[in-house]
C-alpha cells in the first residue's frame, strides 16, 4: 500500500478507494481499474 500511495504522490495520480455493496460494484469498480490500469483500494 505504502509504494502504490507513494508512486501516486509522485506522479500525481489518485488512488481510488472503495467500499462495495454488491458483487455489481464491485464488478464495475474493478473492470473499470482494468481498463484504466490503475490501482484501487478495496
Do not use: C
Amino acid at each position: 500500500m505504502a509504494d502504490i500511495l507513494q508512486d501516486a504522490h509522485k506522479r500525481t495520480y489518485g488512488v481510488g478507494g472503495f467500499n462495495i455493496n454488491n458483487m455489481e460494484f464491485l464488478q464495475g469498480i474493478i473492470r473499470g481499474a482494468e481498463e484504466l490500469n490503475s490501482p484501487l483500494i478495496l
